[in-house]
């Protein structure tokens, strides 16, 4: 069932949106060659419980606050002690739990210089999430905005994930409905006011296929190229909607 947020809930989505964001702003900071994965969940778990709880940890049995997916790894990944090298390109992801309400988000980051190709794959995987958040407004379906995501990753020539996918968000960190990347205008839930969704496509350099990660947790592409992933919480308004969980790198 989707459910439908008051304004004063989603004003309280905002606050921990708010609180997300410059938790993601500073350990994308702290992403350096040098520095482990591990570093960087301590970092994120500090300074979320400075104001609410994080939203990742203990759920379905995952061990930290902060998903850490480096390079061909796409989601979910758990930190370890493996090192940041020059060159490498990291996804940063959490949630915050604040009086009684989930938000999410996501950025992909380089870690010191990264090649024109991995430049390329964060600008474009950025663009796509944009793209799609330009479509949510009253009246518009999920096909839509997933269609929108899916005509402009296919354009630049990147993969485009498949198997998984954005949602709904709340009370509980997924909820109704699922959000693909990919699909049909005009198909799919009818979006309205009230709703709050993430969306957070997922790109590859080459071939959309995935398998599980070395963890056993997490996922990352089947043929080793590099993937990036974005996200943001969006609220659904009256004439339009609103991230909840903006920041600009």
């Known amino acids: 069932m989707i459910t439908i947020k008051s304004k004063e809930e989603i004003q309280i989505m905002k606050e921990g949106g708010k609180i997300l964001a410059n938790v993601l702003k500073e350990v994308s900071k702290l ?8 570093e960087l969940d301590r970092a994120a778990e500090a300074l979320i419980l400075k104001y609410g709880k994080p939203s990742f940890k203990g759920y379905e049995g995952f061990p930290a606050c902060l998903c850490t997916s480096i390079n061909e790894e796409i989601v979910h990944v758990i930190p370890s002690d493996r090192v940041l090298k020059e ?9 915050v739990f604040y ?14 210089k990264i090649s024109l190709e991995a430049q390329r794959l964060i ?15 009253p009246g518009n379906t999920i096909g839509d905005v997933s269609n929108t995501i899916q005509r402009y990753i296919e354009s630049q020539g990147f993969g485009l994930v498949r198997e998984l996918c954005g949602h709904g968000i ?18 799919g839930p ?9 969306l957070e496509p997922m790109l590859t350099a ?12 997490g996922f990352q592409t089947k043929d080793g190229s590099l993937s990036a ?10 004439d339009g909607c609103e991230v909840l969980t903006e920041f600009e790198l």
């Open 31 to 38: 992403a350096k060659p040098g520095v482990t994965t591990k």
């Open 87 to 95: 060159g490498d390109i990291v996804s940063l992801d959490s949630g």
């Open 99 to 112: 009086k009684g309400f989930h938000t999410d988000m996501a950025i992909t980051v380089p870690v010191g």
């Open 123 to 137: 600008r474009d995987t950025k663009k796509a999430l944009k793209r799609g958040i330009k479509k949510i407004r």
């Open 170 to 187: 709340g009370k509980n960190v997924h909820e109704e409905p699922q959000i693909p990347n990919y699909g049909k205008r005009g198909t």
């Open 190 to 198: 009818k979006l309205a006011e009230g709703m709050v969704i993430c």
């Open 206 to 217: 080459g071939d959309w296929k995935i398998k599980k990660a070395k963890d056993g947790y």
């Open 229 to 238: 992933h974005f996200e943001q919480t969006i609220a659904v308004k009256k």
